[in-house]
């Protein structure tokens, strides 16, 4: 069992401190991905975990043991590095076996674990190649195959796909999946990509400023944010924000725009509060284009600035109460621009947060 | 005329140009080392000819067999000297490359107090010429007792050569992302392995070319080792070319010989060394 857990832990550079006491249990074969915007403290806290930064405060246990102060390869762990970190002067089959041979293992056990590590990432035919005559995508199947190949108790990824293009991103996402499904070990890894952390992680972390904003599976953290940090930065595209003030039994906004407030707020909210209504673009959208509503919803007439075609869905930028916000059409038409549509806001799937706190009210 | 044989013409004209220029630069920078060699092989009627004797007309090894002979056909103890250059400048070499090493390590990976300014005033000690430093080093050398041996000259060209490994050892590392060591501590190796087994093997190309420029200096330096060394025991190639001067003659052809001689492993040293130069750092390993 290779439960990770961070306890209050603290990273002081100098007297600037980056890393806020945190606390994260990790559960064994948990997949869990730390994201947050640059500066965050996520690749800080993976290096700390991995033994490449002293902590300054607070206990790391991997496994039943306190790491705090055990070197890289007392802790039992691999690591996938941004920018592969592959051996130059090595072949693949030498990169892959590199740890085995430190660790002094029989020759014939470290040529079963190179085939087994290669087979799983189909790196047969490079074999005997050096890392220079790979492409992105190969070499960062050899940085994982050279992570596998030790059957460490934790995985550790700091942001291992940001050097790939899109497509082969989205490829090695997946790569990455099937591995966790097949080698089942604790994964932690870090990434500022939100798409990467919905896709891949059993749980979020989302990080900001050194502190933990909210942890939870991606639904969770995609439905309820706990603040308006998490909610804009957790989906694509972004959670829309309508700042506004509660009224006698209804939200008011600016443009003399005025909606129902939403059942779930309703005793939770007082009159003359300031809030910011929240709705992802899937919960706005043109009447007849699919959206169905079970409880509350508005109707709202907007006129569409401009419109983005993606082929299954279109994206809709339009004002309301003098602020830009995004709607989708399913099924789409072609829409032209400065076109008045209406629209059906879903007020049951809304998030109220308070202006001041910035924190959901539910 | 047309534009297009226009064009043609002018970039002919400027390939014509470009080697004219590339052969008078290599001219000055080659004939005076092929001189030295056609002398070795000519007698030094030939070689005080006026006007000069361009073409040979009839070349010998007699200045070799002079050389190579007893004290009284001209001869110098080459041998010795050789032997002397060959310890002193590949100990020297040795030394500077490995204080080179663990300098130029430290100054690209860590970080502590006054590290640029340590780093400047290292550079700052090539600025001093080596010459105004043989009367002092002579003084002191002759008070401990070390002037005329081989350590003295080897701590000599150490203190020489040091800073400058330093800085070129310092370049290479840097280039080297610390990614690599880091990934090696984590697949199981101590920090000196994570050295050893992947930074200096993928440095190696920029440790060989701090070598080869410090042997070279130390080869080649005479200014200081003709201060320094006296006794055939200690003297080096450069300072026995002096072997060939008397009260009132110059001996051109031995002296050339003798230099001949000098430039040999130097260059051979080069051309297996310039290998490893050119095949560089491949850095494959990382994202580029």
Known sequence: ?362 | MNINRLSKLKSFFLKVSHHVTLFIAMSIICIPGLWIVLNSFRPTVDIMAKPPVWVPRGLNLDNYRAMFGGAGEGGVPVMQYFTNSLIISCTSTIIALFVGMAGGYAFARFKFKGKNAIFVGLLLTRAVPGVALSLPLFIVMAKTGIIDTHFGLILVYVAMNVPFTIWLIDGFFRQIPPDLAEAAEIDGCTRWQAFWKVEFPVAKAGVASAGIFAFLTSWNEYALASQLTRSTFSKTMPVGLRDFTSEFTINWGGMCALAVLLIIPALILTFIVQKHLISGLTFGGVKG
């Open chain 1, 1 to 362: 069992m290779a439960q990770v857990i961070l306890k209050n832990i603290v990273k002081n550079y100098g007297k600037l401190e980056v890393v806020h006491s945190i606390n994260l249990d990790v559960a064994h074969n948990e997949f869990v991905v730390l994201v947050g915007p640059s500066g965050c403290g996520k690749s800080t806290t993976l290096r700390m975990i991995a033994g490449l930064e002293s902590i300054s405060g607070g206990d790391i246990i991997i496994g039943d043991n306190v790491v705090n102060n055990l070197p890289p390869r007392d802790r039992n762990i691999s690591m996938v590095f941004q920018n592969y970190a592959l051996y130059p002067h090595m072949t693949v089959r030498e990169n892959l076996g590199f740890s085995l041979k430190i660790a002094k293992r029989d020759q014939t056990e470290i040529d079963k674990s190179v085939d087994e590590a290669s087979k799983i990432l189909s790196l047969e035919d490079y074999m005997d190649r050096k890392p220079g005559a790979l492409s992105g995508g190969q070499r960062q199947r050899v940085a994982m195959g050279r992570a596998i190949v030790r059957h460490p108790d934790v995985f550790l990824f700091d942001e291992p796909l940001s050097n790939l293009d899109a497509k082969l991103r989205a490829q090695m996402r997946v790569e990455i999946k099937k591995l966790h499904q097949k080698i089942q070990t604790t994964i932690i890894y870090v990434t500022h990509d939100q798409v990467e952390a919905m896709t891949l992680a059993d749980r979020i972390v989302i990080m900001r400023d050194g502190n933990i904003e909210q942890q939870g599976s991606p639904t969770q953290v995609f439905e309820n944010p706990i603040n308006t940090f998490v909610a804009t930065f957790i989906g694509s595209p972004p959670m829309n924000l309508l700042p506004g003030r509660v009224g006698k039994n209804m939200l008011e906004f600016s443009g003399g725009l005025i909606l129902p407030i939403p059942i779930d707020f309703k005793d939770i909210v007082k009159p003359g509060q300031d809030i910011i209504l929240g709705f992802r673009a899937d919960h706005i959208m043109p009447v007849g284009h699919d959206l169905t509503i079970d409880g509350d919803s508005a109707m709202i007439e907007m006129s569409v600035g401009v419109s983005e075609p993606l082929g299954t869905e279109t994206l809709l930028y339009t004002q309301l109460a003098g602020q830009e916000i995004l709607a989708k059409m399913l099924r789409p038409r072609i829409v032209q621009d400065g076109e008045t549509l209406t629209f059906n806001l879903d007020l049951g799937q809304c998030n109220l947060f308070d202006a001041v706190t910035q924190r959901n009210l539910r």
